[in-house]
């Protein structure tokens, strides 16, 4: 599966704003937006002078930046909102929620990868178990009171143990428990919007995708 492997500096260049794709490194680099804040390519600076944005570059834009931030492709990303249409309340709301409840992500938020990609990584080579079982696929869904930990001959590796560190220095988000000697996790319930921390207007990714 085709995935972006160039510099993660230029798609935050080209969404106007920081995406941490990095992770804890984009805390302490200083990321090339501040540099240059405009789109990356060619014509980068003459686009960031353009008039005003359309309604519809609005909503293409905000769904870019919201499939960049998980690190999806663009089939992966429909997918998923096709099935959260489907779901009571909200559709922007349980969009997010079904993208924090991917395993990769909550081995992210719990500290076990710097970044969502590093816990991609970690799950495809089977370094993950979820309730006891090892799990090598990252769209795997967590649901509440699932356990996710990582496996016992892999909890000394560098990756694991440098990220829990900095774990200790800013704690996961409220809807999850993590103890971050034995590095095991649980999810204790469904994230609600407000406690999932992605700036992101998820109404327009809902207007664009129901034209």
Same mark, same amino acid.
């Given at each position: 599966?085709?995935r972006y492997?160039?510099p993660?500096?230029r798609?935050?260049?080209?969404?106007?704003t920081?995406?941490?794709?990095?992770?804890?490194?984009?805390?302490?680099?200083?990321?090339?937006?501040e540099?240059r804040?405009?789109?990356?390519?060619?014509?980068?600076?003459?686009?960031s002078?353009?008039?005003? %944005? %359309?309604?519809?570059?609005k909503?293409?834009?905000?769904k870019q930046?919201v499939?960049?931030?998980?690190?999806? &492709?663009?089939?992966q990303f429909?997918? =998923?909102?096709?099935?959260?249409r489907?779901?009571?309340?909200?559709?922007?709301?349980n969009?997010? =929620?079904?993208?924090? &409840?991917?395993?990769d992500?909550?081995?992210?938020?719990m500290?076990?990868?710097? %970044?969502?990609k590093?816990?991609?990584?970690?799950?495809?080579?089977?370094?993950?178990e979820?309730?006891?079982?090892?799990?090598d696929?990252?769209?795997?869904?967590?649901?509440?009171n699932?356990?996710v930990?990582?496996?016992?001959?892999?909890?000394?590796?560098? =990756?694991v143990r440098?990220s829990?560190?900095?774990?200790?220095?800013?704690?996961?988000?409220?809807?999850?428990?993590?103890?971050t000697?034995?590095?095991?996790?649980?999810?204790?319930?469904?994230?609600?919007?407000?406690?999932?921390?992605?700036?992101?207007?998820?109404?327009? =990714?809902?207007?664009?995708?129901?034209?």
């Open positions: 599966m085709a492997a160039g993660a500096c798609l935050c260049r080209r969404e106007g920081k995406l941490f794709l990095k992770g804890t490194r984009c805390l302490t680099e200083k990321c090339a937006i540099r804040p405009y789109p990356p390519g060619q014509h980068g600076q003459a686009m002078r353009r008039r005003k %944005s %359309s309604e519809y570059q909503q293409l834009r905000e930046k499939k960049r931030i998980y690190g999806l &492709t663009e089939k429909r997918n =998923i909102f096709d099935r959260v489907l779901w009571p309340g909200m559709t922007g709301e969009l997010l =929620i079904a993208l924090e &409840t991917r395993l992500n909550v081995v992210h938020r500290g076990f990868a710097a %970044s969502r590093a816990a991609r990584q970690l799950v495809r080579h089977r370094h993950i979820v309730n006891g079982r090892t799990v696929i990252p769209s795997y869904v967590v649901r509440p699932d356990t930990q990582v496996s016992e001959k892999s909890r000394e590796l560098v =990756i440098q829990l560190d900095a774990l200790a220095r800013a704690p996961p988000v409220s809807w999850l428990t993590v103890d000697q034995k590095a095991v996790g649980k999810l204790t319930e469904l994230p609600t919007r407000d406690a999932i921390p992605v700036a992101a207007q998820e109404q327009l =990714i809902v207007e664009l995708y129901s034209k």
